[in-house]
Nanobody, 122 residues
């Protein structure tokens, strides 16, 4: 049984930082890639970025590139989303996801976390 547990959301002022965590219960061939998504109020789900367990190479949406950083801790089956220079438009529910590849997780993840709220005030 694969479960993803996300934490670290909260309220932050514009320009501030937050780090989200996502812990994966089981690493399998179907969780080789980890991704982050967000859904802002009244908007569609948006892909944020992704990483694999076997490589530190990352991929980011242009909307967060240069501000957000994805990293991983293989020993603890945990991936992180470090969010810096936060803007009010970053306000959203953030979800972690797992899939077969970077490409697959960015579009059709196999598993989803429960989500954590990030609110950026102006």
């Amino acid at each position: 049984q694969v479960q993803l547990v996300e934490s670290g959301g909260g309220l932050v002022q514009a320009g501030g930082s937050l780090r989200l965590s996502c812990t994966l219960s089981t690493r399998t061939f179907r969780t080789s890639a980890m991704g982050w998504f967000r859904r802002a109020p009244g908007k569609e789900r948006e892909f944020v970025g992704a990483i694999t367990w076997s490589s530190s190479s990352t991929y980011y949406s242009n909307s967060v590139k240069g501000r957000f950083t994805i990293s991983r801790d293989n020993a603890n089956n945990t991936v992180y989303l470090q969010m810096n220079s936060l803007k009010p438009e970053d306000t959203a529910v953030y979800y972690c996801a797992a899939g077969d590849t970077i490409g697959a997780v960015s579009s059709t993840p196999n598993y989803w976390g429960q989500g954590t709220q990030v609110t950026v005030s102006s």
